[in-house]
């Protein structure tokens, strides 16, 4: 079965703060991204990645920065958190297909007070 | 840019009834539409994906249709269970780049 991982499912954290989202995923995926979900507003992509320190934009990438240094984990920054990016992150992999279904992660529910 | 609709309110259905729910996209015919489960606190889970050239596609009581004219896609759950209530995800994804566009989510809830 596949495994994402995401390292927190809860998170608190003030507002200006640098802020660190990691998911891990188990099952050599090429592509890893990364999500916010909001009421009304449904998933959105943030940043995408096809291979290691590869990245693409997403819909949303302003305020937020991606790092990938190896194929198994995706890490998302908030650069300086404000009140505005709070919302649930989802963390999704699959492999470089088109087609191919994403596997997601359970989120982490980031609020920034 | 392309939109994914879906119905914004929940459908409440009796045990036992099929539940019918609808996608559909503004612009750009998808090469492929995938659609998902999320429970409550939880990431979508995948469950089915038809292509563009495909009318129809079935897995156990799961049925999706796929029509270029209405630019719509129907999710069908025969024989409904309250387990399967949840929210349901449409996905398009078109012909270049391996990104997804998610609908809103339509939530179901099976009534015993």
């Known amino acids: 079965d596949v495994k994402v991982t995401q390292s927190s499912r809860y998170l608190v954290k003030r507002t200006g703060e640098k802020v660190f989202l990691e998911c891990v995923q188990d099952m050599d995926h090429e592509n890893m991204f990364w999500y916010r979900q909001d009421p009304g507003l449904g998933l959105r992509l943030i940043y995408f990645s096809y291979d290691v320190k590869m990245k693409e934009k997403g819909d949303i990438p302003e305020g937020y920065s991606v790092s990938r240094e190896k194929k198994e984990r995706f890490s998302l920054i908030l650069e300086s958190a404000s009140t505005n990016q709070t919302s649930m992150y989802l963390c999704?992999?699959?492999?470089?297909?088109?087609?191919?279904?994403?596997?997601f992660g359970d989120g982490t529910r980031l609020s920034i007070l | 840019s392309q939109k994914i609709e879906q119905n914004s309110e929940a459908l409440n259905i009796q045990e036992g009834k099929t539940a019918t729910l609808t996608c559909n996209y503004t612009?750009?015919?998808?090469?492929?539409l995938q659609w998902y489960r999320q429970d409550p606190g939880r990431g979508p889970v995948f469950l089915l994906l038809?292509?563009?050239?495909?009318k129809e596609k079935r897995k156990e009581r799961l049925k999706v249709t796929f029509d270029t004219t209405l630019k719509q896609s129907l999710f069908h759950i025969t024989a409904s269970q309250p387990a399967d209530s949840a929210t349901y995800l449409c996905?398009?994804?078109?012909?270049?780049?391996?990104?997804?566009?998610f609908g809103g989510g339509t939530r179901l809830m099976v009534k015993p």
């Open positions: 612009n750009y015919s998808p090469a492929y």
């Open positions: 996905a398009w994804r078109g012909n270049a780049g391996n990104m997804l566009t």
């Open positions: 999704a992999s699959s492999f470089w297909q088109g087609h191919q279904p994403q596997h």
């Open positions: 038809i292509r563009e050239n495909e």
